[in-house]
Structure formats: structure tokens, C-alpha cells
Nanobody, 122 residues
Framework: QVKLVESGGGSVQTGDSLRLSCAASERPYSRSVFGWFRQAPGKEREFVAMIRARGTSEFYADSVKGRFTISRDNPKNIVYLQMNSLKPEDTAVYYC???????????????WGQGTQVTVAS
């Protein structure tokens, strides 16, 4: 099973930017899908964005559309989440995941990272 390691989280102010990275331990197979999810205290895990390992398909949650951008560096086996115009409601633990279906449902993903904390102060 692939190992995923997130990094790049931190504490920032409203309006600031952060870039999260997700390093995979192996090259993804062609039909892989990478997703970013987040979970705030007392809330369920929430879909943020996803991207196919090959091709140009990307999809975002309405709450982050226009502010967040998911991208990948295939030679380095890294997936990024660029987060701009951060808001306090973006505060959560952010998780990277890999699956084989282009789905927003977290149950479609079978490999998960340990998460990285993002805190946005008002």
C-alpha cells in the first residue's frame, strides 16, 4: 500500500496563503485519483479537491472553488494543494488520500496520510 506524507500546514491569518504537499512513496498507477480532505473538530471529514494522476481532471468543493488549487508533480510523486485567501472556516486537519475512483466520497479512497493541521486566525 502506498504511503502518503503531508506537510506544509501551519497557523496563518485570514487572507494568507499556504501550500500543502503530499509525497507518495511510489509512482501512482495511471487510474489513480488523489484527493484532499479536511476535518474540523467535531465535524465529519469533508471533501476539498481531487485530481487524476494522469490527465487534467480536477474537481473542487464549492467552499474552496476559486481559492484552492490542486496540482501534481508526477516525476516527484507529489500532489499539492495551494490555498489562497484563507478563512477561519478553513481551519481543520487536512488529509491527502489516494484511490481509484473519481469520487468525492472519502470511502472511495484506500490510502491516507497522517494529516497536517491548518489554523486560520481571524
Amino acid at each position: 500500500q502506498v504511503k502518503l506524507v503531508e506537510s506544509g500546514g501551519g497557523s496563518v491569518q485570514t487572507g494568507d496563503s499556504l501550500r500543502l504537499s503530499c509525497a507518495a512513496s511510489e509512482r501512482p498507477y495511471s487510474r489513480s485519483v488523489f484527493g484532499w480532505f479536511r476535518q474540523a473538530p467535531g465535524k465529519e471529514r469533508e471533501f476539498v479537491a481531487m485530481i487524476r494522476a494522469r490527465g487534467t481532471s480536477e474537481f473542487y468543493a464549492d467552499s474552496v472553488k476559486g481559492r484552492f488549487t490542486i496540482s501534481r508533480d508526477n516525476p516527484k510523486n507529489i500532489v499539492y494543494l495551494q490555498m489562497n485567501s484563507l478563512k477561519p472556516e478553513d481551519t481543520a486537519v487536512y488529509y491527502c488520500a489516494r484511490g481509484s475512483q473519481y469520487e468525492r466520497d472519502h470511502r472511495a479512497y484506500d490510502s491516507w496520510g497522517q494529516g497536517t493541521q491548518v489554523t486560520v486566525a481571524s
